[in-house]
């Protein structure tokens, strides 16, 4: 018999997340970016959209933004809420 997945296994990780990872780590880091493991996915979801709208301008991340749908961000905020 196979063993029953645990209700709170943390998800896997969405095929966009590499476009984050490499600035926004799941574990510390020397790049001076903000940790994004472990912060609520509204949150993490709100600062997508507003640097999507241009509400929080930014260097690069306001272009990077822009390229994701609310759907591809949705579960790159979930995967990164469950991360400790």
């Not at 990872?21 to 600062?47: K, M, T």
Request: with cysteine; glycine share 6%.
């Amino acid at each position: 018999m196979l063993p029953l997945a645990s209700a709170a296994a943390a998800p896997l990780p969405p095929p966009t997340i590499a476009n984050c990872i490499a600035c926004h780590p799941r574990s510390g880091s020397d790049v001076p970016l903000p940790r994004l493991a472990g912060r609520n996915a509204g949150d993490i979801v709100a600062a997508m959209e507003a640097f999507r709208s241009g509400v929080h301008p930014a260097t690069v991340m306001d272009r990077i933004a822009k390229g994701f749908s609310p759907e591809e961000i949705a579960p790159i905020a979930k995967w990164y809420a469950a991360q400790k």
